[in-house]
């Protein structure tokens, strides 16, 4: 593809090196997207003729069918430099000569900025059907548990009691923020390089936004120098990864300790465990500690593509070829993790029996009862004051504070009453938050109910997306 300036053939360990077919041919169907696209453009402008636009088309299209398939899975096994120069190649051993006519007017540096560009606009699509799929789950669970109740934990230290549906909506909440990540993601990058040449621009004079109208994009890049060279798509693609994957490893091992028989909340899906080979009677959490350490991955290719385009002068450098494979393992780790996420956390069984019990010994009311007094009018320092001297007495005399006698509480102020022991029941300890976005019981049902209709919503969106997707660069 250049080589008519060179005499000297390149060194055979520096040319094995410094190929990315190897990897990049993962871009297969985005290339030849983008080659249709820009064939298009071309026979717009008088370089093709309409014979020779079907002809470069159908090439194209038989190339995907026969090589996208390998293609997915990086199995094609081929001397070529890159993808660009692969396509090129099987195109002009289909056609013949005319497939060299397709690289008039372009640049592999404005190709790879669009396959790139391609690319993470459908992983985009394939994550965030597995979002929502997952978000889905973790809906059908929290409708399921209905009323149950749970231990809530600060500083892992039992706080007070919640909704095991209130617990499991925090999660809902954490992935639709990074679906609207990914969404605002894919809404930024959703501009056509084609056109913009090796750096300043095509030299022809084609049409940029039929190429830009054949691939799905907003519009054309506004410069050509920015086009060539940028990758903050990529980077932010990758944060936004690696936040789908810390909310997942939290969601990870928070499964992973009510699993064990020491909180003994969940029971762990045999199809999702593994045994030990040892320990007869081990069943271990092996996709939930997988999670938790696939972040790494994540996160370690962000910080990979960071480091990569750290002080890149203009346009395009040869470094930007290491962008690639970071974000097609980081791409295939997320699209895995999540998707897992959601069979796992349907086949999730919450032992609500513990759970309860858990709620009604180390004096979760006590929130509660001091929020009694405050209805006595009793300042809210003050009423702390004296919930936390009735709680060590409790804890002197192995009671709990539903459990203490009248006259007991009496000794700690005389604003208590007979109606205090109702007040500190499970029931009125939940219902007593009574806001937006807290754990009482008709709050989380509201709470439920839009949730649900928020994750319907990313599903069918995310559908669109997939079809519209689908004919895009067709």
Same mark, same amino acid.
């Given at each position: 593809m250049w080589s008519g300036r060179f005499r000297e053939p390149l060194n055979a360990t520096f040319d094995h090196w410094q190929r990315s077919f190897r990897f990049d041919q993962a871009l297969l169907a985005d290339e030849c997207a983008a080659s249709k696209a820009h064939a298009h453009a071309l026979a717009a402008a008088g370089i093709l003729t309409a014979a020779e636009f079907a002809t470069i088309t159908t090439g194209l299209n038989e190339l995907v069918t026969k090589y996208g398939e390998e293609s997915a899975a990086q199995k094609i096994d081929f001397d070529a430099e890159d993808i660009h120069h692969f396509v090129e190649l099987k195109l002009v051993e289909a056609i013949g000569d005319l497939g060299l006519k397709l690289h008039t007017g372009r640049s592999r540096n404005e190709q790879i900025a669009t396959d790139l560009r391609l690319f993470v606009r459908r992983q985009i699509s394939v994550i965030l059907a597995d979002l929502a799929a997952w978000a889905g789950a973790l809906v059908e669970? /929290?409708?399921?548990?209905?009323?149950?109740?749970?231990?809530?934990?600060?500083?892992?230290?039992?706080? %007070?009691?919640?909704?095991?549906?209130?617990?499991?909506?925090?999660?809902?909440?954490?992935?639709?923020?990074? $679906?609207?990540?990914?969404?605002?993601c894919a809404r930024r990058l959703n501009y056509c390089p084609l056109g913009?040449?090796?750096?300043?621009?095509?030299?022809l004079a084609l049409d940029r936004t039929?190429?830009?109208?054949?691939?799905? #994009?907003?519009?054309?890049? /506004?410069?050509? &120098?920015?086009?060539? =060279?940028?990758?903050?798509f990529v980077l932010e693609f990758l944060?936004?990864?690696? &936040?789908?994957?810390?909310?997942?490893?939290? #969601? =990870? %091992?928070? @499964?992973?300790? *009510?699993?064990?028989?020491?909180?003994?909340?969940?029971?762990?899906? %045999?199809? *999702?465990?593994?045994? =030990? =080979?040892?320990?007869?009677?081990k069943k271990n959490p092996d996709l939930t500690e997988l999670i938790r350490a696939k972040v790494g991955r994540l996160n370690g290719a962000a910080q990979t593509v960071t480091l990569l385009v750290k002080g890149l002068p203009l346009a395009y450098n040869k470094d930007m070829q290491e962008t690639q494979e970071p974000v097609f393992e980081a791409s295939r780790? $997320?699209?895995?993790?999540?998707?897992?996420?959601?069979? #796992?956390? /349907?086949?999730?069984? *919450?032992?609500?029996?513990?759970?309860?019990? $858990?709620?009604? @010994?180390?004096?979760?009311? $006590?929130?509660?009862?001091?929020t009694y007094l405050v209805y006595k009018g009793v300042p809210f320092r003050k009423a702390h004051e004296k919930i936390g001297n009735a709680v060590r007495y409790g804890l002197d005399h192995g009671k709990e504070l539903g459990e203490l006698t009248l006259? %007991?509480?009496?000794q700690f102020g005389p604003e208590f009453e007979a109606d205090f022991f109702e007040a500190a029941s499970l029931e009125a300890t939940l219902d007593c938050h009574d806001v937006i976005g807290g754990t009482a019981r008709a709050r989380v049902k509201a709470a439920l109910k839009d949730a649900a209709a928020r994750v319907e919503a990313l599903a069918a969106s995310g559908a669109a997306k997939e079809e519209e997707l689908s004919h895009a660069g067709a």
């Open positions: 669970q /929290a409708e399921k548990a209905g009323d149950a109740v749970m231990p809530s934990y600060t500083h892992l230290q039992r706080a %007070e009691p919640v909704l095991v549906a209130h617990w499991l909506l925090a999660y809902v909440e954490m992935i639709l923020r990074d $679906a609207t990540r990914l969404e605002d913009s040449g090796p750096i300043a621009g095509a030299t039929i190429a830009s109208r054949e691939l799905g #994009f907003t519009a054309p890049t /506004a410069n050509s &120098m920015d086009a060539t =060279s940028d990758r903050d944060q936004a990864l690696t &936040m789908i994957g810390l909310h997942a490893s939290r #969601f =990870s %091992e928070e @499964i992973t300790l *009510f699993a064990t028989a020491e909180f003994g909340f969940v029971e762990l899906p %045999e199809a *999702f465990s593994t045994g =030990s =080979s040892a320990m007869p009677q780790t $997320a699209h895995m993790l999540t998707s897992l996420l959601g069979a #796992f956390t /349907a086949a999730l069984t *919450f032992r609500t029996d513990r759970m309860k019990i $858990a709620c009604e @010994i180390g004096y979760l009311n $006590a929130m509660a009862a001091a006259e %007991e509480l009496k």
